[in-house]
């Protein structure tokens, strides 16, 4: 199976989803609330925010968005001399997508199911929505343990 541009065989999946599982039960969530696309500047941004005090290498799995594949990005990765390495998910695989279940959770659980109030902020809600997601590890361990 292809992740990060390299074959992989199950044993070493495996081994890459104990080592996320370890972190995601002690409900670690990391999020960042923007207007506009994401690019690949924009995601190099995110990734500077999310390594600046880690000690240990991370690995972190990705969807296959342009900007997550974009030459910026891998110059940033290659910059961190294996403190991070990107993985990417297969083509088309909501149900390998943690993002989708979170964004799963929101329309049925947050933004979406309570109008806005008059002066509100979409952006605030959305942040408060996720906040409430990242005070909950219970909660987004069940994001990861849905496919275990």
Known sequence: MKIDGRKHDHKTLEAIRKMAVRRIR????WY???????NAARFVEFLKDFMRYRRRPVFLVVDG???HKAKLVAAYVQFLRGKLELHFL???APDLNSDEFVWNHLRHHGTTKTPLRKNES??????ENL????NSPKLVSSFFMLRV
Do not use: C, D, M, Q
């Open 131 to 134: 906040a409430a997601i990242k």
């Open 32 to 38: 960042s609330v923007y207007t506009g696309r994401l």
């Open 65 to 67: 968005l342009p900007a």
């Open 122 to 127: 979409l952006h605030r809600r959305v942040e």
């Open 26 to 29: 002690e409900g670690n969530f």
């Open 90 to 92: 297969p083509g088309y």
